[in-house]
């Protein structure tokens, strides 16, 4: 419980691209050592750091499309703790969740964000045929492969 501490002071203080790799680091090193419960709460908190990120983006200075990565890297890393588990379908919903998000922001973001979400976008698309190569034919396969051949969407829906 000791890990949490510096994260929820930090909290404090916002979200900042600085608070975000700590709390990933933490998260990394949890699930390195086997601690996963620790490392799905960090993940997860590295996650809502990294959507803060993204919908502060236009107010940030410097290197714009961080926040962009800190969001690939944080649904990428609970994915990836997810089928450490043996929790293929919720590993499966986090390689999902992302592309369709980095979807609707290349639509529906401004120019820098679009231009960073579009960047970003291959990766999970590279993400998404590894998952569907490295698992049998199955209903999170066809999900993957859905994601996959997802088109941006054209409107926002209300």
């Known amino acids: ?9 930090q909290k404090l203080a ?6 975000w790799q700590q709390a990933i680091s933490i998260g990394n090193r949890a699930f390195d050592d086997g601690d996963f419960d620790t490392a799905r709460r960090v993940f997860l908190y590295s996650l809502s750091l990294a959507q803060g990120l993204v919908s502060q983006f236009d107010l940030q200075s410097g290197r714009k499309d961080n926040s962009i990565a800190a969001l690939v890297v944080s649904h990428h890393n609970l994915a990836d703790l997810h089928f450490r588990m043996g929790q293929i379908e919720l590993g499966c919903d986090q390689l999902c969740a992302v592309h369709y998000q980095l979807l609707r922001i290349s639509v529906h973001g401004s120019n820098a964000l679009r231009h960073a ?11 998404l045929q590894h998952f569907i190569s490295s698992n049998p034919p199955s209903e999170l396969a066809d999900l993957a492969m859905q994601a996959l051949d997802a088109k941006p969407p054209t409107q926002l829906l209300h």
């Open 14 to 19: 916002g979200a900042t691209l600085e608070c």
């Open 117 to 127: 979400a579009n960047d970003h976008l291959r990766r999970t698309q590279l993400e």
């Open 1 to 9: 419980m000791d890990r949490l501490n510096p994260i929820v002071v």
